[in-house]
């Protein structure tokens, strides 16, 4: 295909991408033919000191050009109007978001019609540039209405309900449309957590010998019926029976079964496994996907390595479909290629059938092969993304399943179940993780020794552990956007600025282990929606208003009409809150302490470092002081920090809290106005110098750990240090992930 055929060599041709590294990638393809810019994303935008919707002329949103993009548009504009005949390539991603770029810079750059085509494509390889700009399109109006619609309602949720915040509660606070619902759904889960009871149970099983070797079996019933052991006492019995008993196979099948694999990537399921298999946090995942889909240099080659990470479709491409069996044979064997394709479809309403699933664009280019060309993040992502998809198009394992029968003569039974893979098929190359380590396990082969019916086996030990329920696990950044789809709330695009923005927010706290925990002010916000604004955070409502989204894309309804149906009820709500909620009923909790001043009752308030004793007489009496929990904290932290001095006047060190946790602060302030981060003494010794390593946080709040002879020595890592050394090399050992630990000075890695 040449390129001449879709230019006119006389005329200037400017295509106009989101990015520079997308940019670079088209220019290698296309060389000097075609001027390529990069809007580097949205140049219109709502403004950000006023609503900037006519709620009274049909919602009509006033754009301007972001201040951060004035530059970008003078220069393109600059370009696009210097010759007379310029034709303009919209090139942005194609989604609801690319498209309302596209239609942004026809207004923006007075974009006359015959002056500009829209092209779009799923992968940025040679070959899908060409074949877009030899089938460009117009633009498609209504995926720039139901983005328009996005914005304009989040914008009125957002500008209408969190001044109200501010008024009620605290000043900073913000009300969204889905990040609103998905921290109702952690402060839920937590609440689950806090209110759930455990119940004592017994896990009993024996290790018993047949002829030919070993195996466990777990006790299943108590003469016929479910075995239920839920005290030591009952457990002791048991334990005694079995250790007295005679054991007999008593029955032994083995079925066939098939497993199959997992479809390939969609927005949602490759945010969730590489959470669980490379510990990626969402927002991560979406940044090295952006980076392979835009381009990577390697070798004499400079192309995008995988379609369009923003999608909630199943489907391949047949001239992709084509090409993997000759890879999976050559790598494989023949055996491991399917003779026809494997299709998958996605059911939920909304799905994108006209998008790609998330695959690489080439199947011959093995992570392997590009693994010297990318960094390891990048390498990663690639290789799951690359096994997954190879893996779908393989065949399904075939397994033998067999479940082995023993009773005793006393009345019990006791079961066991192996797997043998007899053929692996897309095991192979590739398994779906789990969230629950019970799954994982369960998926593992196990080999059963050869055991016949009616044999008798010999008791070599009885084990018995005391158990108790479990909560809900607390939420995942993963297992939060699992849940969000499942509900139908968000779409592809939403789902990692959605996390970022809760915890950016602090409404939510991502902690060590990877868990999300609500704060104190996610909580109180969370009730507040609750108890006054429940349709802005109901499920249903913002599912349902999702799916008058996508109507809206395919234009099967008006914008207009939908924001009107939700705003005038919100409207009137929102007014008559305005007037009946008091500040005090929400952020007020009466105490039985006394203010030191004046002996009027304390009341418990809201700052915006959290909750804090204030004089119930205020503003006559202005007294405060911290609470009592957070009182018995300080003074742990001015004794063990007692003998600090400032590093510039030499006046005593104090503990003071501020938006990103504790810091020391100089006594003599506002003369002297030195601050510095707490540093917690660890029993680890410095790899480079032997002193005590301390922990420290940056100014923004995130701890990291430094050697406490700082600055004479300047050693720092962000893994927490772990007190043994390297079994190998004695070096510093750190804890790289949840559950592995890694050598700092060989690399050796230990599992935990």
């Not at 209110?195 to 777990?218: M, S, T």
């Not at 007020?588 to 203010?595: N, R």
């Not at 990291?704 to 390297?726: L, Q, R, V």
């Amino acid at each position: 295909m040449l390129i001449t055929s879709v230019t006119n060599e006389s005329m200037n041709h400017i295509i106009i991408v989101e990015s520079p590294a997308k940019a670079r990638t088209l220019k290698k393809f296309l060389g000097a033919k075609y001027n390529i810019k990069a809007s580097m994303g949205h140049i219109r935008d709502l403004p950000k000191k006023e609503l900037g919707i006519d709620v009274k002329k049909g919602f009509e949103p006033k754009y301007e050009v972001s201040p951060d993009k004035t530059k970008i548009v003078k220069e393109l504009k600059g370009l696009v109007h210097k010759y007379k005949d310029t034709m303009v390539w919209l090139a942005s991603d194609e989604d609801r978001e690319g498209e309302s770029i596209a239609w942004h810079l026809i207004h923006a750059l007075d974009l006359k019609k015959g002056h500009y085509k829209r092209i779009a494509f799923h992968e940025i390889t040679k070959s899908a540039i060409l074949n877009a700009l030899e089938n460009p399109r117009n633009i498609d109006i209504n995926l720039v209405y139901a983005q328009q619609a996005r914005r304009v309602l989040d914008r009125l949720v957002g500008y209408k309900l969190s001044p109200l915040l501010w008024v009620k509660i605290r000043g900073g606070l913000s009300a969204g449309r889905v990040q609103s619902v998905a921290v109702r759904l952690v402060v839920e889960r937590e609440r689950e957590i806090e209110d759930f009871k455990p119940e004592e149970y017994w896990k009993i099983d024996v290790d018993l010998k047949a002829k030919n070797g070993k195996f466990n079996a777990e006790l299943a019933q108590i003469k016929t019926k479910k075995a239920e052991v839920t005290n030591g006492k009952t457990a002791a019995t048991i334990v005694k029976d079995l250790k007295k008993a005679d054991y007999k196979v008593a029955d032994l099948v083995t079925k066939a079964a098939k497993r199959s694999p997992a479809p390939p990537f969609i927005t949602s399921t490759l945010q969730q496994e590489a959470s669980r298999k490379l510990g990626f946090s969402v927002k991560q995942t979406m940044v090295v996907a952006q980076q392979l889909y835009e381009g990577i240099e390697h070798g004499q080659h400079h192309t995008g390595l995988i379609t369009y990470m923003r999608t909630d479709s199943f489907n391949i491409s047949m001239e992709f479909l084509k090409v993997v069996p000759k890879v999976i044979k050559k790598i494989y064997g023949e055996e491991y290629a399917l003779s026809k394709p494997r299709f998958f479809t996605k059911k939920t309403k909304g799905a994108q059938e006209a998008h790609e699933a998330i695959r690489p664009t080439d199947p011959s280019k093995t992570p392997e092969s590009l693994k010297p060309h990318l960094d390891p993040s990048q390498y990663k992502l690639y290789k799951l993304i690359w096994e997954r998809t190879i893996a779908c198009q393989m065949p399904d394992a075939q397994l033998d399943v067999t479940t082995v029968t023993v009773e005793t003569n006393n009345g019990y039974t006791l079961i066991t179940k192996g797997q043998v893979i007899k053929s692996a098929g897309f095991m192979k190359v590739y398994v779906e993780g789990t969230d629950h380590p019970d799954e994982a396990l369960a998926n593992k082969e196990r080999i059963l020794p050869k055991i016949t019916k009616d044999e008798v086996c010999k008791l070599e030990k009885v084990n018995d552990e005391q158990k108790f329920t479990q909560p809900p696990p607390r939420y995942t950044e993963a297992t939060l956007v699992k849940k969000l789809e499942s509900e139908g709330i968000g779409r592809p695009s939403t789902y990692a600025p959605t996390i970022s923005t809760i915890i950016q927010r602090g409404y939510v706290e991502k902690k060590p282990d990877k868990k999300l925990y609500p704060l104190e002010i996610g909580v109180i916000v969370n009730d507040f929606l609750m108890e006054h604004f429940k349709d802005i955070v109901s499920y249903h409502f913002t599912a349902d208003m999702e799916e008058k989204l996508d109507d809206i894309a395919e234009g099967k309804v008006e914008w207009e009409p939908v924001i009107e149906d939700f705003y005038k009820p919100f409207e009137k709500v929102l007014e008559e809150k305005k007037k009946t909620i008091k500040k005090a009923d929400v952020v007020k909790e009466k105490t039985d302490e006394k203010c030191d001043v004046c002996g009027a009752d304390m009341v418990v308030k809201l700052g915006r470092n959290g909750k804090f004793l204030s004089c119930s007489k205020y503003p006559e009496c202005k007294n405060a002081k911290p609470m009592k929990e957070d009182r018995k904290k300080e003074a742990a932290l001015q004794k063990e920090f007692k003998d600090e001095k400032c590093d510039k006047c030499g006046s005593a060190m104090v503990i003071k809290t501020g938006k990103f946790g504790d810091f020391l602060a100089c006594s003599a302030y506002p003369k002297c106005k030195t601050t510095r981060p707490l540093a917690h003494a660890i029993d680890v010794e410095c790899p480079k110098c032997g002193s005590k390593l301390v922990e420290k946080r940056t100014k923004r709040g995130k701890v990291f750990y430094g050697c406490g002879n700082y600055p004479k020595c300047d050693f720092a890592t962000w893994s927490k240090p772990i007190e043994d050394p390297c079994p190998v090399c004695k070096g510093l050992q750190v804890q790289a992930k949840r559950n592995l630990i890694k050598c700092e000075k060989c690399g050796k890695e230990t599992e935990i």
